[in-house]
T-cell receptor, first 116, second 113 residues
Framework: AQSVTQPDIHITVSEGASLELRCNYS??????LFWYVQSPGQGLQLLLK??????LVQGIKGFEAEFKRSQSSFNLRKPSVHWSDAAEYFC??????????????FGTGTQLKVEL | NAGVTQTPKFQVLKTGQSMTLQCAQD?????MYWYRQDPGMGLRLIYY???????DKGEVPNGYNVSRLNKREFSLRLESAAPSQTSVYFC????????????FGEGSRLTVL
């Protein structure tokens, strides 16, 4: 069964500093990988996704993630964090369904705090 | 630009009461899902419907039932609510491709006393 580990429950960074959120996955085949962001009281918004091809993927809001098969990792990065990036971030691995659709298994999330 | 709409947004129940969470999507997606979110546990899949007419159990289905009413609507029912079902519930949908991302509603916060 697939699983996702986000080892950092909370991370605090200063505005303008760089950010890296860690994600490790366990999956028997080529994974479909996702990063979502959740602002307080809101649903989840997709930041970026990886299915195949280039292992460095670009997303919205200046985020990027790198897929490293040898390390089973899909870490999220941003060169310069803005105060509005404070939110909870979820990594997920997808299992495509034969009939269509894609069930996601989520990590437990990393809460990002940005200090001004 | 409705996307995925969930009702109600908030609900308080007493133990043993029943209720149904409603979900509708206007993106013509084939697949729909119900997740629950609990602190420190991320989101866990309750049930999903890969296509109209089919439903399947996810990771935590006990105590829940679902109905895929039509292509647009997917409801989640708690027949006899328990305090352990206090949670935030998210409905999501995805397109026919099996590599598509999920689009989420804004959530329904349920408290069972």
């Amino acid at each position: 069964a697939q699983s996702v580990t986000q080892p950092d429950i909370h991370i605090t960074v200063s505005e303008g500093a760089s950010l890296e959120l860690r994600c490790n996955y366990s999956y028997g085949a080529t994974p479909y990988l996702f990063w979502y962001v959740q602002s307080p009281g809101q649903g989840l918004q997709l930041l970026l996704k990886y299915f195949s091809g280039d292992t460095l993927v670009q997303g919205i809001k200046g985020f990027e993630a790198e897929f490293k098969r040898s390390q089973s990792s899909f870490n999220l990065r941003k060169p310069s964090v803005h105060w509005s990036d404070a939110a909870e971030y979820f990594c997920a691995v997808g299992r495509g369904l034969t009939g269509g659709g894609n069930t996601l298994t989520f990590g437990t999330g990393t809460q990002l705090k940005v200090e001004l | 630009n409705a996307g995925v709409t969930q009702t109600p947004k908030f609900q308080v129940l007493k133990t043993g009461q029943s209720m149904t969470l409603q979900c509708a999507q206007d993106m013509n997606h084939n697949s729909m899902y119900w997740y629950r979110q609990d602190p420190g546990m991320g989101l866990r899949l309750i049930y999903y419907s890969a296509s109209e007419g089919t439903t399947d159990k996810g990771e935590v289905p006990n105590g829940y039932n679902v109905s895929r009413l039509n292509k647009r609507e997917f409801s989640l029912r708690l027949e006899s609510a328990a305090p352990s079902q206090t949670s935030v519930y998210f409905c999501a949908s995805s397109p026919e491709t099996n590599t598509g991302e999920l689009f989420f509603g804004e959530g329904s916060r349920l408290t069972v006393l």
